[in-house]
């Protein structure tokens, strides 16, 4: 049986071969382990892997699985084909990023330009005797930014557009 799970972004591609009950060898790329698996509960598992013994824990909820090795947490989401694959044939749209309130432009950070950070700030709004750092909503280009510095802006207007 074949399958992939993904890792910090990374995927990795499984080779699972039943040998005995049990008794299983997986490949992983050009590395093989054998792994034999005692099921102590519902939710424990006592692993034998090359001779190495690991005591796993596994608990799930709706979002992820939480797993215990040895003691050592780790946190695996849980996400469907189609979540995992539309993120990597997602295709980058141009995106307008308007103000909800009026304003005074405080500071320009960024020019039509230059690269852009998901969450990176690009202006600073003032509004209400606040300042407000307007952020890109997602990773691009700076195609057009609309106020320059000290210019007031009514709610709604276009501040900046990332493509």
Same mark, same amino acid.
């Given at each position: ?9 990374? &995927?990795?591609?499984? $080779?699972?071969? &039943? *040998? ?13 382990? !054998? ?12 692993? +034998?892997?090359?001779?190495?013994? !690991? +005591? ?10 939480? /797993?215990? %090795? $040895?003691? *050592?947490?780790?946190?695996? &989401? ?16 141009? *995106? ?9 432009? %405080? ?8 690269? /852009?950070?998901?969450?990176?700030? /690009? ?41």
């Amino acid at each position: 049986m074949n399958m992939s799970f993904w890792l910090k972004n990374k &995927e990795f591609k499984l $080779n699972l071969v &039943e *040998r005995e009950k049990d008794d299983i060898e997986v490949s992983l790329g050009k590395k093989k382990y !054998h792994v034999s698996a005692e099921f102590l509960s519902a939710d424990e598992v006592m692993l +034998n892997i090359n001779g190495k013994i !690991h +005591n796993v824990i596994i608990n799930s909820n709706s979002t992820f699985y939480s /797993v215990y %090795v $040895n003691r *050592r947490f780790f946190k695996i &989401e849980k996400k469907s084909a189609v979540q995992i694959l539309g993120k990597k044939s997602e295709k980058k749209r141009k *995106r307008d990023i308007k103000t909800s309130m009026p304003g005074r432009i %405080v500071k320009v950070l960024l020019k039509e330009g230059d690269d /852009v950070a998901e969450g990176q700030a /690009v202006l600073i709004l003032e509004a209400m005797k606040m300042q407000n750092e307007i952020k890109s909503l997602q990773s691009g280009k700076i195609t057009k930014i609309e106020p320059k510095a000290g210019e007031y802006v009514e709610a709604g207007s276009l501040l900046f557009t990332v493509s």
